[in-house]
T-cell receptor, first 115, second 113 residues
Framework: ETGVTQSPTHLIKTRGQQVTLRCSSQSGHNTVSWYQQALGQGPQFIFQYYREEENGRGNFPPRFSGLQFPNYSSELNVNALELDDSALYLC??????????????FGQGTRLTVV | AQTVTQSQPEMSVQEAETVTLSCTYDTSENNYYLFWYKQPPSRQMILVIR??????QNATENRFSVNFQKAAKSFSLKISDSQLGDTAMYFC??????????FGTGTRLKVLA
C-alpha cells in the first residue's frame, strides 16, 4: 500500500454526463499527477497539480480539468463524457523539492466506464 | 519529444528461470530517471527499480536488476529466479525530473509453474 487512495474504485456513466474522481495523496507529498490508462495501454499523463495550481498538462482537451486542495488532495473532472473516456484513471503523488530520485506513488485507480 | 518503447507485448518464463524485458527510450535530456513499474491485476503501480541517468552503475533490487546503456538509450529489466507472484504487466517509464512520467505500452509477463 502506498498511502495514495482514490475514490470511487469503479464508476459507470452515460455519454454526455460529467464525472468527478478523487485522490488523497500520500502524507507529506505536495504534488499530484493524473494519468489515463486505456485498456492494454500504458498510462498517459493528463496533468499535474503543485501548490493548488496546474503545473503541466498532457495532450488532453479542456473538458478534462482538475483541482488541488490545501491538504494536497485532488479532483479530476471530466465534462461531456465520451465513450473513449472509458479507462483506468490513476493518481500519483510525489514530493517536489525532495532529492530527485524520489519516485511517484500511485493509487489503485478508478475504473471509469462510459456507456 | 520523449518516447518510451517496449517491443515485447507478452513474455513467459518458467518458475525459477531468468527473463529479460526490453525498453528503449528517446530523449535529448542529459539528466533523467528511468523506472520499471509492475502492475498486477490489483491495478496498483508498484515501483520495481529505478535508475538515475548520471549513475553509471546498474541498479539492483534483490532479484531485479537493470542493464542501463545510456549511449544506446536502452534500459532492460532482468528478473532472476522468477516467482509466480511476478506475473503482471511491467511498464518502463521515463521522467526528466518534472514528475511527469512517460510510460511504454507494457509487457505482460506470465510466470509458469
Amino acid at each position: 500500500e502506498t498511502g495514495v487512495t482514490q475514490s470511487p474504485t469503479h464508476l459507470i456513466k452515460t455519454r454526455g454526463q460529467q464525472v468527478t474522481l478523487r485522490c488523497s495523496s500520500q502524507s507529506g507529498h505536495n504534488t499530484v499527477s493524473w494519468y489515463q490508462q486505456a485498456l492494454g495501454q500504458g498510462p498517459q499523463f493528463i496533468f499535474q497539480y503543485y501548490r493548488e495550481e496546474e503545473n503541466g498538462r498532457g495532450n488532453f482537451p479542456p473538458r478534462f480539468s482538475g483541482l488541488q486542495f490545501p491538504n494536497y488532495s485532488s479532483e479530476l473532472n471530466v465534462n461531456a463524457l465520451e465513450l473513449d473516456d472509458s479507462a483506468l484513471y490513476l493518481c500519483a503523488s510525489s514530493l517536489v523539492g525532495s532529492p530527485m530520485n524520489t519516485e511517484a506513488f500511485f493509487g489503485q485507480g478508478t475504473r471509469l466506464t462510459v456507456v | 519529444a520523449q518516447t518510451v518503447t517496449q517491443s515485447q507485448p507478452e513474455m513467459s518464463v518458467q518458475e525459477a528461470e531468468t527473463v529479460t524485458l526490453s525498453c528503449t527510450y528517446d530523449t535529448s535530456e542529459n539528466n533523467y530517471y528511468l523506472f520499471w513499474y509492475k502492475q498486477p491485476p490489483s491495478r496498483q503501480m508498484i515501483l520495481v527499480i529505478r535508475q538515475e541517468a548520471y549513475k553509471q552503475q546498474n541498479a539492483t533490487e534483490n532479484r531485479f536488476s537493470v542493464n542501463f546503456q545510456k549511449a544506446a538509450k536502452s534500459f532492460s529489466l532482468k528478473i532472476s529466479d522468477s516467482q509466480l507472484g511476478d506475473t503482471a504487466m511491467y511498464f518502463c517509464a521515463f521522467t526528466s525530473g518534472t514528475y511527469k512520467y512517460i510510460f511504454g505500452t507494457g509487457t505482460r509477463l506470465k510466470v509458469l509453474a
